[in-house]
């Protein structure tokens, strides 16, 4: 599992998610949560370079420095018991429309991934802190990824690869979506009736 957690961090810092060894992945574990080291570039993260922490993100070994948003981590675990993954990115995209403060909303029904009708952003505080911890908690309710207003993306899943995907469909989200604003059109949401539709098309399929 946490070898999955090597392979992904890599692939998301390959696809320009992760820039200035930003962004940060955790797996759940029966003592707590396996997350990204703090300061070391993705290339050269390794399994003995992952960090184990308790449920408060309390480190088990103190001679390694978890990423500098566990308490993200520690919070979105805490407050989803469902979630068995937590996937945070720079992505590009996503990155800058949370630079707007703005919602992804439902011009394409793939937002529904995400768990409603939009992708909300959450209320800005300073990275790293309890505060963006509590305010990604609260955008998350009902959802399982938001954008962190002028920062970046958190996703939740049941496993790694859930919230991993999830985070890449919010950075596509985003681009598509801002392609269109930069085209100049207006983009045209889907209603109520026509996503509740979409939705139960996921249900038929099974997702
Ligand atoms: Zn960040």
């Not at 060894?21 to 990204?36: D, E, H, M």
């Not at 959802?143 to 958190?154: E, K, P, S, T």
Request: aromatic share 6%; hydrophobic share 45%.
């Amino acid at each position: 599992m946490s070898g999955s957690l090597v392979t992904a961090a890599r692939r998301l810092d390959a696809l320009g998610f992760m820039p200035s060894k930003s962004g940060n992945l955790s797996v759940r574990t029966p003592r707590g949560f396996r997350i990204t080291p703090a300061g070391l570039p993705y290339a050269e993260l390794t399994e003995d370079a992952l960090v184990e922490c308790d449920a408060d993100g309390v480190p088990f070994s103190a001679s390694r420095r978890p990423s500098s948003e566990w308490r993200l981590h520690a919070t979105l675990y805490a407050a989803r018991p469902e979630a068995e993954a937590v996937v945070h990115t720079h992505s590009p995209s996503a990155t800058a429309l949370s630079c707007a403060r703005q919602p992804i909303p439902p011009f394409h029904y793939m937002v529904l991934l995400a768990g409603g009708t939009d992708i909300p952003c959450a209320r800005h505080a300073t990275f790293g802190t309890e505060d963006l911890a509590v305010e990604a908690a609260v955008a998350l309710v009902g959802r399982r990824a938001c954008l962190l207003a002028n920062h970046g993306v958190v996703a939740i899943g049941a496993s790694l690869s859930a919230a991993e995907t999830l985070a890449m469909e919010v950075e596509n989200l985003a681009s598509q979506y801002l392609a269109l604003l930069a085209a100049g059109l207006q983009p045209v949401m889907l209603d109520e009736a026509e996503l509740d539709e979409a939705r139960m098309q996921f249900d038929s399929y099974g997702r």
